[in-house]
């Protein structure tokens, strides 16, 4: 074996490496692991253990390494209050997701379909997230309130000033342009995937445009649908800022509360276990709403095979 | 007091380094003041100003403008090298302090969060008899707060934080007399509050004539609050945010800061001031600690005494509009000590530590009101 070695490697690097590769090659048990080991140990430390704590302090009382109880779980469930927040907080999210899914998605489709600089027009897409989500929360501050970048540009044109800030439409306006790029990409990525001789075929069989659209375009992406929604619905749902900075008196979500639990309520376990509920309640939402999603565009699977 | 050695301090550094690890080896330099770099604590300083101090100094101070100021200044005055890490929230340096610190050396923290640490034994005692600038901290600022606590002292006033109401000086020929301006329905869509539990609670508690620390009627706070809803024009969770609603003029009155009023009026132009209201005013105060595990506690002690000095002090106000622990009047300009100076008439009231209970209801309330 060693003089093989020696002829295979001239250097003694690449012996070194050759002798590695055996050595695994003689061990697949130990090769799997050194493959996902790395990954599952990030996982485990970055994700399992920090749940694992939050679960833990969640039924502490007051504070952390308080008495056991579960108290803060029966405060959260029993209360209309936060209950009230949680379903305002879906709505929001619904709603935001819809938005950005329709946007996102014509976006991608005029991308693919209709432009011959589709990477110039991606790296449009994306650029926005190398500035700071904060100062682009400033930014739609100084467009959209009274006085602003938009009621200027209105002016121009002798209409009427809107003065958006603070109201609802500036929450949904917000949360559109964050999470676009984040659902653009899905999109744009199974609309490549896709084989376009087959709305081609569609066509020669009779089909419209939106009978094209809803019967193979849509089915045929159905991956990278769910990929965005998913992308858009989680982040939006623990959401804090946006609407904070956007949003008038009526635009509370979930995420502020449990917020104002760490930082000004110094009630930690309260704040975790709102932060375990809503985590189930996000993860059976979106099982559910892939579940769902696959009834909605047919058997037809979706895979480019 | 000299504070420019006249020979090579990092020579001196080195050599007394040498001896100094051997002590640590020895065990010999007691204190338990969970500092990693076998450093003494501050209370091991006997006589001011500190023989030996390290040349590296790791702040995190939330007055950003002053901190980077006070970073060359007092670096080149002492030959440190001064980080300094800005926060938002205090929560990010407890937390750390929570895990075990071993990197930062001075904080400019809250009372509220000075107290938890104190009670969690997060922070070092500090020498305040020997420190000179202890004597420039008045008496009244000494006394407002839970610094002290069984005769030891855990730090030194920063700034007093006062949250008052401010109002737009164009529209309001004086300054409003009582909080009841926030409920004016005359004022709709031109008012704001402060998306904070607590700061909200307690001006609805003072607006009711009830105690903001230990309210009576929880009720009727919650009550006033869900009227007063609808006439804002929004709740501002963000410092910038609620600067930049009266500098825009989208409102006339509301709680801001002292520090954000001064730099809205005076850097950004804009027609505000502030007062206390007849029902009072809630204040705070920031103040320096020492936390243990700090690296480098000896040279944090000494610039907690340097940024206690009148003309340092005097930097903090003039760019950040905080009134020091200090006082500065001598140091100012006529224009900014009459923006600082509060009337002997003014009912303020110290933010004491609020208890569990009514913590817990404040939040609860507030929840209640955003969402109804």
Same mark, same amino acid.
């Given at each position: 074996m060693g003089t093989e070695t020696e002829t295979r490697a001239p250097s003694g690097e690449s012996t070194l490496l050759t002798d590695l590769t055996d050595f695994f090659r003689t061990r697949p048990r130990l090769k799997k692991l050194a493959i996902a080991g790395p990954p599952y140990g990030v996982l485990i430390g970055f994700f399992l253990l920090p749940l694992v704590a939050m679960l833990v302090i969640s #039924?502490?009382?007051?504070?952390?390494?308080g008495p056991w109880t579960l108290a803060n779980y029966t405060n959260f469930l029993g209360s209309q209050t936060y209950l009230t927040v949680v379903w305002r907080t879906l709505v929001i999210t619904v709603q935001v997701t819809v938005l950005v899914t329709v946007v996102g998605y014509t976006l991608a489709y005029s991308i693919v !379909? #209709? /432009? !011959?600089r589709a990477t110039l027009l991606l790296l449009l897409v994306i650029l926005?997230?190398?500035? /700071?989500y904060i100062i682009r929360m400033y930014a739609w501050i100084n467009i959209l309130q009274s006085g602003g970048v938009l009621d200027s540009t209105l002016q121009l044109f002798s209409l009427p000033s809107v003065g958006l800030l603070y109201t609802q439409p500036a929450v949904m306006i917000g949360f559109t342009y964050v999470w676009l790029p984040l659902a653009v990409l899905p999109f744009y990525a199974s609309l490549t995937n896709m084989d376009a001789d087959l709305i081609e075929a569609a066509k020669d069989l009779g089909a419209g445009p939106i009978k094209t659209f809803f019967t193979v375009t849509l089915p045929m992406t159905k991956n990278g649908v769910i990929t965005g929604v998913i992308l858009v619905f989680i982040p939006t749902f623990g959401s804090f800022i946006t609407p904070r900075l956007l949003g008038g008196t009526n635009n509370i979500m979930i995420g502020m509360v449990i917020e104002n639990q760490f930082k000004s309520a110094f009630n930690w376990p309260f704040g975790a276990a709102i932060g375990i509920v809503i985590s189930v309640v996000v993860v059976l939402l979106l099982v559910a709403g892939a579940r769902g999603g696959g009834n909605l565009f047919g058997s037809s699977g979706g895979e480019r095979t | 007091m000299s504070r420019k050695q006249s020979f090579g301090r990092r020579e001196v550094l080195k050599t007394t380094g040498a001896a100094l690890a051997t002590g640590a080896v020895a065990g010999c330099l007691g204190g338990g003041g969970g500092g990693s770099g076998g450093d003494r604590v501050p209370m091991d300083i006997t006589e001011w100003p500190p023989e030996e101090y390290s040349s590296n100094l790791n702040m995190m101070n939330w007055y950003d403008s002053w901190a980077e100021w006070a970073m060359e200044e007092f670096g080149n005055e002492y030959d440190v090298e001064v980080t300094n890490e800005g926060f938002s929230s205090p929560d990010q340096w407890y937390s750390r302090l929570q895990a075990g610190n071993t990197e930062i050396d001075n904080i400019a923290a809250t009372t509220n969060w000075v107290e938890r640490s104190i009670n969690n034994d997060f922070l070092h005692e500090l020498p305040v008899d020997i420190m000179p600038a202890w004597e420039n901290v008045t008496d009244n600022i000494k006394e407002a707060s839970s610094y002290q606590q069984d005769g030891s002292t855990y730090a030194i006033p920063e700034a007093l934080v006062l949250y008052p109401l401010t109002y737009n000086t164009d529209h309001f020929d004086a300054a409003p007399e009582s909080w009841g301006v926030l409920w004016d329905e005359s004022l709709e869509g031109e008012i704001m509050m402060w998306d904070n539990s607590t700061v909200s609670c307690q001006i609805a508690a003072m607006y009711t004539g009830q105690d903001p620390i230990s309210p009576s009627d929880f009720d009727e706070i919650e009550e006033v609050l869900k009227q007063q809803k609808p006439l804002l024009r929004t709740y501002w969770g963000d410092y910038e945010q609620g600067m930049q609603l009266f500098v825009n003029e989208d409102v006339v009155a509301g709680p801001l800061t002292m520090g954000r009023t001064y730099t809205a009026r005076f850097s950004e132009g804009a027609p505000v001031n502030y007062t206390a209201p007849e029902e009072g005013a809630m204040f705070t105060s920031d103040l320096f600690v020492i936390p243990k595990g700090a690296p480098n506690p000896i040279t944090s002690l000494l610039f907690t005494n340097w940024a206690s000095e009148k003309p340092n002090a005097a930097q903090l106000f003039e760019t950040m509009g905080y009134k020091p622990g200090v006082d500065i009047q001598s140091e100012l300009s006529e224009q900014d000590r009459e923006f600082t100076t509060w009337p002997s008439d003014w009912n303020l009231v110290f933010s004491e530590t609020l208890s569990d209970d009514v913590r817990s209801r404040y939040d609860e309330i507030w929840t209640a009101v955003k969402a109804a």
């Open positions: #039924f502490q009382e007051g504070q952390i390494n !379909r #209709f /432009s !011959r926005p997230f190398w500035t /700071s | -």
